[in-house]
């Protein structure tokens, strides 16, 4: 099993550029979720799935769009990237019985 | 708006020292979960309380849930190099139990 597997795991671009974050998960999970995690911030919500088809603004939507492809699939897209979106991104997956969270290993985003 | 807070927000400690972090909530939780995020690295779930008082062990790690539901510890004893991180404290968001509001983390460093 690879649990949550995120790619790419580093990316620069440019500003205005736009790119698409993958994760997919081989557990079975219903629920799935993107976080960013800035220096001091925690981590923030930016959409879940609550299951296939289903999709949810979290705390810090505005400038992504989701897109939950099946039930082990869920892409975020930065459709016109910026510098505050500079981040370290996050996907995971709940476990429906016992609520914990499996984390990707994350990906490395610098918008320039 | 429903807050969750973590204290000290920095703890440097000598390894064999003893070592405490505190989750508060503005809101009373059904349930409070842990977690770990090794420097670099992704959140790893450690544990998660529901009950009222309840208290759980992991090795040297100590986990409360206060009374009132709304206050959470995390107590490590006689630290080691390995336990270095970043603790994490999350409750379910008021209104919205598929989203959780996490804490900002305590960041432990040990001396050997």
């Known amino acids: 099993n690879a649990g949550v597997t995120q790619t790419p795991k580093f990316q620069v671009l440019k500003t205005g550029q736009s790119m698409t974050l993958q994760c997919a998960q081989d557990?079975?999970?219903?629920?799935m979720y993107w976080y960013r995690q800035d220096p001091g911030m925690g981590l923030r919500l930016i959409y879940y799935?609550?299951?296939?088809?289903?999709?949810d603004k979290g705390e810090v939507p505005n400038g992504y769009n989701v897109s939950r492809l099946n039930k082990r699939e869920f892409s975020l897209r930065l459709e016109s990237a910026a510098p505050s979106q500079t981040s370290v991104y996050f996907c995971?997956?709940?476990?429906?019985?016992?609520?914990?969270?499996?984390f990707g290993e994350g990906s490395r985003l610098t918008v320039l | 708006g429903q807050q969750v807070m973590q204290i000290p927000q920095y703890q440097h400690v000598q390894e064999g020292e003893d070592f405490t972090t505190y989750c508060n909530s503005s809101?009373?939780?059904?349930?409070i979960q842990w977690y770990k995020q090794r420097p670099g690295g992704h959140p790893v779930f450690l544990i998660q309380l529901v009950k009222s008082g309840e208290v759980k062990k992991q090795k040297r790690l100590t986990f409360q849930f206060g009374e009132a539901k709304k206050n959470s510890s995390l107590h490590i004893t006689a630290t080691q190099t390995t336990d270095v991180g970043t603790y994490f404290c999350a409750g379910p968001r008021a209104g919205n139990n598929r989203k959780l509001i996490w804490g900002l983390g305590t960041s432990l460093a040990v001396n050997p």
């Open positions: 557990m079975n999970h219903n629920s």
């Open positions: 799935s609550a299951s296939e088809g289903t999709t």
């Open positions: 809101t009373t939780l059904s349930n």
């Open positions: 995971a997956s709940k476990q429906g019985n016992t609520g914990e969270l499996f």
